[in-house]
């Protein structure tokens, strides 16, 4: 073309020279480093705004310079209150498309739809993206996508047996009904069942079940089928880096001192007979295999809490042999005991979400999860020693980035019943979220921990999917209990097979026997997302998908176009790349469309969330 593409541009015709090559096996010219060079980059240490940077670079070019944004509640005063006080630039507010965008991927996993898109950008009134936050947060598309993110966050799988089931339509209906995060919490510590297909919160205990090494049932009850000890102490270790945001993996094995002076200065000062006591909450409780024809089943318990208590003297097969100590349960972080009476158990849900570190492990952990990168980071590995600067031991730095912002977002979400929408909704309508991930001049990393611009996030492997069928109108098929749902938020288990297996894999799907990570950039995912058939079978005019629809609805190729970049970017096409496009579609209409939507798909744009 006679004209200088914009980089956009360019890498939507390098997507199309490409595209022309997908027969061929291997990829030779200089397209598929252009076209992919973000997701090929990688960092030696993780840094959110050095590869916001560098895709940023791919993003079309947006009105807005930096200067004021407006502050719209607490979050700004903290966020832009340090970086004035730093002389920190930041970024401008993201386009309307962009936030649209933005809102719809994080909140409900999905992008939205060109008529969503259409009727955000049309809407003229102040408030609009207060609206859309407050209608997100009500869809069923948010509830499907934070059920499944909970699904992940507890591993819920086979371990589960077929409580698995259960506990997602659990998930949902509490999702559904905003029930408070603390009284979720709370049921989970201290759910008790005559079986774990009947009571759902009952199955992130079994999900933690040590297998032991079996001995013969008798009248039905095998308590060495299950490690008894062993379960308690992974049961100890999820709440303390779910609930509490602190990691007591090392001194489950050993005493802090010696170990982990330049790690953590609190849990220096913790002894393993701290962590002894603080399991010792569910000494009395035991996992049951449920037995049938003389077979445990190995995914149906029984669980109760009528053992003797917690042996602080007994073997184990995960830990160094244990030496010792008292069994009388006390709460890690305060020393308190239970009441004369009470349920350990009960005793140790209303101790830890009522502690100030339950409501602040909280709200860090969602921020990080909507803003990029926690204020605590990671979410699970909290310091108690250095949360306040005025009592930050001598030499080392405070571990928050913003403290009292977290202190006040956790009260905030604690006096306002610990509901997760609102927590969202306050997050979402402040104007540190809503910031371009485009940043005006030289970006330094010492100013990612201001949050000065947007942090963009490759798709997780399930969002990709979803924007895949989304985009293209081809629903995929995920096995949910009998029937099948189309997209994979939906399903309760990564249930893919095949190539689709594959793919997911590769984008950083869960397997759910480790903690979810977040996708990592590899050489196989631009390869794939280019050679897979399932992109390239998207994309086909055919079997009513969304480019067989609109080729079908539009003789004008400009008008197909546009559609296409709406369905898929959420955006409307610039005139370079309009032209481009549609220069495609008038050399072969069936062919270029096909073509055009693959070359949206393949770019940056489309793969990250920014």
């Known amino acids: 073309m006679a004209r200088v593409l914009s980089s956009v541009s360019l890498g939507l015709a390098m997507c199309l020279s490409a595209r022309a090559q997908v027969p061929a096996p291997v990829q030779t010219d200089d397209t598929f480093p252009g076209a992919h060079a973000p997701l090929l980059q990688k960092d030696n240490k993780p840094d959110p705004g050095a590869l916001t940077d560098r895709v940023a670079r791919a993003l079309p070019k947006a009105a ?36 649209c965008r933005r809102a719809w991927l994080d909140l409900t996993g999905r992008i939205p739809s060109p008529e969503d898109i259409r009727a955000f950008l049309a809407d003229s009134s102040p408030n609009k993206r207060e609206a859309l936050i407050n209608k997100l947060t009500e869809s069923e598309a948010f509830v499907e996508k934070w059920s499944y993110f909970f699904m992940d966050f507890f591993r819920a799988n086979g371990k589960m047996g077929r409580g698995y089931m259960l506990f997602h339509y659990w998930l949902k209906e509490s999702l559904r009904a905003d029930r408070p995060y603390d009284d979720m919490v709370r049921s989970m510590i201290a759910s008790s069942a005559k079986s774990n297909l009947v009571v759902a919160a009952s199955n992130v205990i079994v999900r933690e079940h040590v297998e032991g090494k079996p001995g013969q049932p008798v009248d039905g009850e095998d308590l060495t089928k299950v490690h008894q000890l062993d379960t308690h102490d992974e049961i100890a270790i999820l709440y303390g880096k779910a609930f509490l945001g602190i990691n007591l993996s090392c001194i489950s094995c050993h005493d802090g001192r010696s170990h982990l002076e330049k790690v953590n200065v609190w849990l220096t000062g913790r002894k393993r007979r701290d ?3 603080f399991a010792s909450f569910l000494g009395k409780t035991r996992y049951i295999p449920h037995v049938e024809n003389t077979q445990a089943q190995m995914g149906h318990f029984i669980v109760d809490d009528l053992a003797p208590g917690y042996d602080p003297k007994g073997a184990s097969m995960l830990r160094p042999p244990r030496f010792g100590a008292s069994n009388e349960p006390a709460f890690l972080i305060t020393g308190e005991k239970p009441a ?10 209303r101790m830890l979400t009522s502690h100030p570190q339950f409501a602040r492990a909280a709200a860090n952990l969602f921020w990080a999860r909507l803003m990029g990168r926690g204020i605590v980071d990671p979410y699970d590995e909290f310091d108690l020693a250095r949360q306040d600067p005025r009592t930050v031991p001598a030499g080392w730095p405070v571990q928050p980035s913003h403290p009292e912002l977290l202190d006040q977002l956790a009260a905030d979400f604690r006096s306002n019943g610990y509901h997760l929408r609102h927590l969202f909704r306050r ?8 910031l371009s991930a485009r940043f005006p001049g030289e970006w330094k990393e010492n100013y990612s921990p201001y949050f000065a611009r947007k942090f963009v996030r490759m798709l997780g492997a399930e969002e990709l999917h979803d924007a895949l069928a989304t985009a293209t109108g081809r629903p995929g098929s995920f096995k949910y209990g009998s029937s099948t749902v189309g997209m994979a938020m939906q399903a309760n288990l990564p249930s893919s097979g095949g190539e689709l297996k ?22 196989l995912q631009p390869l794939l ?45 610039s005139a370079p790349e309009k032209e481009l496009a549609a220069g495609a579609l008038a050399a072969n209409r ?14 940056a744009e489309f793969l990250y969330n920014y």
């Open 64 to 99: 807005g310079t930096a200067g004021s944004v407006p502050h719209r509640n607490f979050i700004d005063s903290h966020i832009f209150g340090k970086m004035r006080r730093d002389a920190v630039p930041h970024a401008p507010l993201a386009t309307d498309a962009e936030f």
């Open 275 to 277: 962590f002894f006591a």
């Open 340 to 349: 004369p009476g009470k349920e350990p158990r009960e005793e140790l849900g």
């Open 427 to 434: 997050i979402c309508n402040s104007s540190a979220y809503q």
């Open 502 to 523: 594959s793919f997911m894999t590769a984008f950083g799907q869960s397997n759910r026997s480790n903690p979810p990570r977040p996708p990592s950039p590899s050489p």
């Open 529 to 573: 997302l280019m050679r897979s058939p399932v992109v390239n079978d998207k994309v086909l005019a055919e079997k009513d998908s969304r480019v067989q629809r609109l080729l079908d609805s539009y003789p004008d190729n400009g008008k197909v176009v546009e559609e296409l970049f709406l369905a898929t970017l959420a955006r409307f096409p």
């Open 590 to 603: 069936k062919e270029g469309a096909q073509n055009v939507q693959w070359a949206l798909l393949n770019l």
